[in-house]
C-alpha cells in the first residue's frame, strides 16, 4: 500500500474498462477508497466487485459526464458515501469517428467534443467544490499525444484533446494557491479497446502501429494508471499544470 492513499477517497470517470478499470484496482490496491463512474452499469459493478474480493472499498455510480445533473450526483453520492474527495481521474473519453476534414461531422464533432471537453469541465467544476471541504487535492485529466502533436485523419480527436490539455494549464491556475493540483497525462497508444478501434482490429495493423514507437511496442494499462497515481500523489507535490507524457518515445521523434 502506498501512504499517500490510505484513507484517500478517489474519485474515476470512465472506469468501466481499459485505463480507467486499471486505474481504480491501482488506486484501492494501494489503500484508496475508489468511487467508479461510467455508462455501463454491469462493467462498473464487475470492477466494483473485483476490488472488494481483493479487499478494497469501492462503489459504483452510473453517470453521463456530458450531462451536468448527473455529475453533481456523482460528486455528491462520492462525498456522501465515503465522507470527502481528495483525488479525481477525469478519464472519460472517446475517439469519435475517424476520417479526413472534408468528410467530419457536425455530430461527431458535438459528442466527441460533448465526452471529452465539456465533460472534463463539468466535472472540475464539481470536483474543485467538493475537495475545497478538505483542503485540497489532486485532479488529472486524460489528454492523449493527441493533444501534443497532429495526427491525420483525427481532427475533431486532435482538436478535443487539445482542448483537454489548456483547460488542465488554465484550471491549474485558477486552484493553485487553494491546495489543488490540477495535471493531465498524455499516452500514446494504449492496449485497450480503444487501440482496438483504431487499428479496426485488425492486428497486422496493430501491431504496426505499435512499431511505430521508438520503444518497440504499444503501452499498457498499467503504464498509464502508474503514472496517474504518481501525479496523485505526495512525491508530486510540486507538480500542477503539467502533462505527463507517457508515449514510449512517440512524441520525441
Known amino acids: 500500500m502506498n501512504p499517500s492513499f490510505q484513507n484517500k477517497v478517489v474519485l474515476i470517470t470512465g472506469a468501466t474498462s481499459g485505463i480507467g478499470r486499471t486505474t481504480a484496482l491501482a488506486f484501492a490496491a494501494a489503500g484508496a477508497k475508489v468511487v467508479l463512474s461510467g455508462r455501463r452499469q454491469t462493467e462498473g459493478e464487475a470492477v466494483v466487485a473485483e476490488i472488494k474480493a481483493a479487499g478494497g472499498t469501492a462503489a459504483f455510480l452510473r453517470t453521463d459526464v456530458t450531462d451536468e445533473a448527473q455529475v453533481a450526483a456523482l460528486i455528491a453520492f462520492t462525498v456522501s458515501t465515503y465522507g470527502r474527495l481528495d483525488v479525481a481521474f477525469n478519464n472519460a ?18 459528442q466527441t467534443f460533448d465526452i471529452n471537453v465539456l465533460g472534463t469541465l463539468l466535472a472540475l467544476k464539481h470536483e474543485i467544490p467538493a475537495m475545497l471541504k478538505n483542503g485540497g487535492g489532486s485532479i488529472i485529466n486524460v489528454s492523449s499525444i493527441a493533444g501534443l502533436i497532429g495526427l491525420a485523419g483525427a481532427s475533431v480527436y486532435v482538436g478535443s484533446k487539445h482542448a483537454v490539455l489548456g483547460i488542465t494549464k488554465s484550471v491549474a491556475l485558477e486552484v493553485a494557491k487553494q491546495g489543488i493540483r490540477v495535471n493531465a497525462v498524455s499516452p500514446a497508444a494504449i492496449d485497450t479497446g480503444m487501440l482496438d478501434r483504431f487499428t479496426g482490429n485488425n492486428p497486422d495493423t496493430k501491431a504496426a502501429f505499435g512499431g511505430m514507437h521508438p520503444i518497440g511496442r504499444y503501452g499498457q494499462p498499467r503504464e498509464i494508471a502508474d503514472a496517474v497515481l504518481f501525479l496523485a500523489s505526495d512525491q508530486a507535490s510540486f507538480i500542477t ?8 518515445g512517440f512524441t520525441a521523434q
Open 93 to 110: 473519453g472517446t475517439e469519435g469517428e475517424l476520417s479526413p476534414v472534408t468528410a467530419a461531422s457536425v455530430e461527431n464533432y458535438r
Open 241 to 248: 499544470g503539467q502533462s505527463l507524457t507517457v508515449d514510449g
